[in-house]
């Protein structure tokens, strides 16, 4: 039987294996990487302009966008039972694209499980509609902004031994953008320098050597990389930073670390039903962050809550003023084997005998063995990554009448992109100390 492994990695990584019958299983490694990282410049989009902006394209965007977050956050719920009290983080949009390549290859209730466990409704929305709207996503997603480096991308790596369907191919390249590439497997060292090799490509050297293990009846692997790199709207001045602040982990546990501290004017509101403080810090460019403070002893209840619908609230009540603003200043990073919570999520059939990915090949006995998921991000005073030099000016001396926000205790942290509405990156902070 061949076995099908989803592994992923963010800034990152996610990847999937597939096996078919033989005397030695062959596999399938999709391959999911989410960098809040630099990557190449994006191309895919040029010419595109129309399709990517189409008022039809954008509605179809906004449809998604509720239910890809929706999706991110009952996968969230899900990651908190398996690590309860530990960082969070990984990137929605990336796994809900991989998820959606893998449906491409996918039939019958391997399929249907499959789009269900995103949160889609066949009957609503048609298997066609939905492999368009990813479509136009990664078109968007990829389309070229000033100030703000955005990139979604897929490369898929088929061995030479494999007969994949010509329609599952071209599928791919229009649908996702994908790069197909014909690799030996039976030279297992050599196409996994390649696989790495193309990966340290697109990521600028950010990630190096990223498959490690790789089995020598590999048959194919999928990578997917999301690369980000923005500047803050409003950048924090480094000498305003205290290296040794105090952020509670718990009701016993203190760490130090490092906290920005701005005083400026922006997005926020309490949410007196949830209990929580929300505050946006824009990027530069069609992007922003949502810092999420629930009142002690009171996050599980906000992240029971979190869903499409409060996102939508929270944009529409929203207010702007002056905030005395305390942000650790920090890095994340989490590795999860999401395997378990896709079977509990639905996707039950792509890991078992009678996984159905006829649409992919017409080899009998694929299925998926295991997924994998690897997230990391930065926040300091100028963004994400490295900035220009930015003047700073002088904040206001009276700031006693400015309410103060410090994200000195558990807070969730969701990046999101403004033009598709996408969570980006989702995540956690309980103790930012803790790469």
């Not at 499980?113 to 990664?138: C, K, V």
């Not at 949830?274 to 962050?289: E, F, G, H, I, R």
């Not at 029971?304 to 609230?313: D, E, N, P, Q, T």
């Amino acid at each position: 039987m061949e076995r099908f492994c989803f592994l992923r990695y963010a800034s990152g990584f996610l990847g999937m294996c597939y096996y078919l019958p033989s005397k030695m299983p062959l596999f399938f490694s999709l391959v999911l990487l989410i960098l809040g990282l630099h990557c190449a410049p994006p191309n895919s989009c040029e010419g595109k302009i129309t399709s990517c902006l189409s008022p039809q394209q954008n509605a179809t965007l906004y449809k998604m966008s509720s239910i890809n977050a929706d999706f991110a956050f009952n996968l969230y719920r899900r990651v908190t039972v398996e690590t309860p009290d530990q960082n969070i983080f990984f990137s929605p949009v990336s796994i809900s694209a991989g998820l959606a390549v893998l449906s491409l290859g996918a039939c019958s209730s391997t399929q249907t499980q499959i789009l269900e466990s995103l949160g889609f409704n066949l009957t609503d929305t048609p298997m066609a509609e939905i492999q368009q709207g990813f479509q136009h996503l990664i078109c968007s997603l990829n389309f070229p902004k000033k100030e703000l480096e955005l990139q979604m991308g897929n490369a898929l790596f088929i061995g030479k031994q494999l007969k994949p369907l010509e329609k599952f191919l071209d599928d791919v390249k229009k649908l996702y953008e994908t790069e197909v590439f014909s690799t030996d497997f039976s030279n297992v060292s050599a196409a996994q320098q390649e696989i790495n090799s193309h990966v340290e490509r697109q990521t600028k050297g950010k990630i190096v050597g990223l498959i490690q293990d790789l089995k020598p009846n590999t048959i194919t692997v999928l990578v997917n990389y999301l690369c980000f790199k923005a500047q803050w709207a409003n950048p924090f001045d480094p000498s305003k930073t205290e290296e040794g602040s105090s952020f509670l982990v718990d009701k016993t546990t203190t760490v130090q670390v490092p906290m920005m501290h701005q005083v400026d004017q922006y997005y926020h509101l309490v949410d007196t039903e949830l209990n929580c403080t929300v505050l946006q810090m824009d990027y530069s460019k069609n992007a922003l962050a949502l810092f999420v403070l629930p009142k002690e002893g009171q996050m599980e209840g906000v992240e029971g809550a979190m869903s499409s619908k409060i996102l939508k609230k929270w944009n529409r009540l929203l207010q702007k003023g002056w905030v005395n603003l305390f942000v650790p200043k920090f890095s994340i990073s989490a590795t999860y084997d999401l395997g378990g919570i896709l079977l509990k999520m639905g996707i039950q059939d792509a890991f078992a005998d009678n996984a159905d990915f006829s649409g992919l090949t017409k080899d009998n006995g694929l299925k998926v063995s295991n997924v994998a998921h690897k997230a990391m991000f930065y926040i300091g005073e100028k963004g994400t990554e490295a900035s220009p030099e930015v003047r700073f000016l002088n904040q206001p001396e009276t700031t006693l009448l400015h309410p103060i926000i410090q994200f000195d205790r558990s807070f969730l942290l969701l990046i999101l992109e403004k033009n598709t509405r996408s969570i980006l990156f989702l995540g956690k902070v309980v103790d930012p100390t803790e790469v």
